[in-house]
């Protein structure tokens, strides 16, 4: 296959702006990284009416769904140990 010059020309363009856009993007700076939650403390617990709850001990809030965890229906959080739950 023979190539003339301007396809030529243009091929070698067009790997010079690809390689030039790959080193630029590459060398941007990032973003801030959101902090992420550390999910596994979180303690899963099964009701037998099918609602199934979640605990989180680090803020000390259940959160309980109905059987098909569409519908969060009780909050509660744990201010102190054999205390009652408060809602939050």
Request: charged share 20%; with cysteine.
């Amino acid at each position: 296959m023979k190539l003339n010059q301007q396809t030529t020309l243009a091929l070698t363009a067009g790997a010079l702006l690809g390689f030039a856009a790959a080193v630029g993007l590459g060398a941007a700076e990032k973003g801030k990284e959101t902090a992420k939650k550390d999910w596994s403390r979180v303690q899963v617990i099964a009701y037998p009416n099918g609602g199934t709850g979640f605990f989180d001990p680090d803020s000390g809030t259940m959160y309980v769904y109905d059987s098909d965890l569409r519908g969060c229906y009780l909050i509660r959080q744990v201010v102190n140990l054999g205390d009652p739950t408060v809602r939050p």
